[in-house]
């Protein structure tokens, strides 16, 4: 959430960055709210105060047997309209909030205007594509022929979008995700977290995915409680309405969860495969910070993510989001695109964002610096590292062999009992 008092000073900017957002939002309102709640502050204290002397005449009158009736009536009503005031205050205050809420984060300098992802620049391209002396195969006829994927008993069982796996791939599956949490945490220094996967509106809240995003979720039907679309909702919610130290600072922490998405708008889109599944497995990795340090800490994040993928020798691409396709939250993101060879074309597998205190502002997460009198309010900063089935499916395309068998990564085999293919 954007500082009202920015927000306030700074009406024509914010027009402009929702201008280039490709979104829209009553700054009129907001402004004329505003204006409305600071005089009604104002009114309500000179009340208050001609209330409080009153009480101190009030009480030298009895003293003296005078008669406060007169004095006494005009009070009642003076506290009559603080109360008429105060109900007003609050009804304004909810107004102002709720076009607070619904403001997204401004970009920051380095991002790139532009309307929708045909304007994301290409930041670096890793590795180049594998070339088949054969038409390759996309991951679910691949997957579906070793029997490792079966996505219609899935469908069966739950509905579209949902994956089953079994034997290789199963297994491939829980490979990838101890192998991604090993380098984050013995490599890197993250700290492993297991949260819940069920969380409440509060922390929803405080991340950015309510109230805007409500439909986009899963909401357990007779509990004020949501299945997590990403790991970044809980793990940023530990600390919610904490005062951290600033040696404490980087915090670090990654977390393996399944994450539920109800994909809302993306009807027809990759309907077919692990690139769009309303249930998902995905490694996180989650950053408090000092806001100076903050953009070294998101280039750190981007090289941790991308350190996945070179290891486990995927072609890839990075790419800056322009202000048309940054997410609601983020002040700059970095997407990292694998190589899907059956489309020709790079998927996106990780974004990496610095939310500055957009998040910490919502969740009232701080800091104290040290030798230093209050508090400010940290930076957040989140990534993926990586999504797991848009992993296996890259490793399944990448690496597939004429005869329909996977090539399994060098990195992974320690982790799969040395074997080198997962053959028909």
């Not at 939002?25 to 309500?44: I, K």
């Not at 619904?102 to 920051?108: D, G, Q, S, T, V």
């Not at 199963?170 to 492993?192: C, P, Q, S, W």
């Not at 072609?315 to 983020?330: E, I, R």
């Amino acid at each position: 959430m954007l500082e009202i008092k920015y927000v306030r000073n700074n009406l024509d900017k914010i027009k402009k960055v929702l201008s280039s957002r490709g979104m829209a939002a009553d700054m009129e309102s907001f402004d004329a709210c505003d204006t409305n709640r600071r005089s009604m502050l104002l009114e309500v204290e000179d009340l208050r105060h001609r209330r409080n002397v009153a009480s101190d005449k009030i009480a030298q009158m009895k003293k003296t047997g005078e008669n406060t009736d007169e004095i006494v009536s005009e009070m009642r009503d003076v506290s009559l309209k603080i109360k008429t005031i105060e109900k007003s205050l609050t009804e304004n205050e909810e107004t102002v909030k709720k076009i607070l809420m619904a403001l997204p984060n401004i970009p920051h300098d380095s991002v790139p205007e532009g309307k929708d992802s045909s304007a994301n620049p290409v930041e670096k391209t890793i590795a180049k594509p594998p070339v088949f002396d054969f038409e390759p195969q996309p991951h679910w006829t691949l997957g579906e022929n070793l029997g490792i994927l079966d996505f219609d008993r899935a469908s069966k069982i739950t509905g579209t979008r949902f994956p089953l796996y079994f034997g290789e791939g199963a297994r491939l599956e829980r490979v990838l995700i101890n192998f991604m949490l090993d380098i984050h945490t013995k490599k890197y220094g993250y700290k492993e977290v297991l949260p819940p996967f069920i969380v409440n509106r509060t922390a929803m809240t405080c991340t950015g995915q309510l109230p805007k995003f409500e439909e986009d979720l899963f909401k357990l039907e007779g509990w004020d409680y949501y299945m997590i679309p990403t790991a970044e909702v809980p793990v940023t919610n530990i600390h919610r309405n904490e005062i951290l130290e600033e040696e404490m600072l980087p915090i670090l922490y990654t977390a393996y969860t399944p994450c539920f998405r109800s994909e809302a708008g993306s009807y027809g889109k990759d309907t077919r495969g692990l690139i769009r599944q309303h249930q998902f497995n995905k490694v996180e990795l989650v950053k408090f910070t000092t806001p100076e340090n903050s953009y070294d800490e998101l280039e750190s994040l981007l090289d941790n993510a991308e350190s996945i993928l070179k290891l486990l020798e995927l072609p890839y691409q990075v790419v800056v989001l322009c202000s048309g396709d940054l997410g609601f939250s983020a002040a700059k993101t970095y997407d990292i695109e694998v190589w899907m060879p059956s489309q020709g074309m790079y998927r996106e597998i990780s974004s990496c964002s610095n939310f500055e205190s957009f998040q910490a502002r919502r969740a009232n997460i701080r800091f104290r610096r040290k030798g230093k009198k209050g508090s400010e309010l940290v930076h957040t900063l989140n990534g993926s590292g990586l999504a797991v089935g848009r992993t296996l499916a890259a490793i399944l395309e990448n690496n597939q062999q004429a005869d329909g068998s996977i090539l399994i990564p060098e990195a992974l085999r320690p982790y799969m009992d040395n074997k080198d293919l997962i053959s028909p």
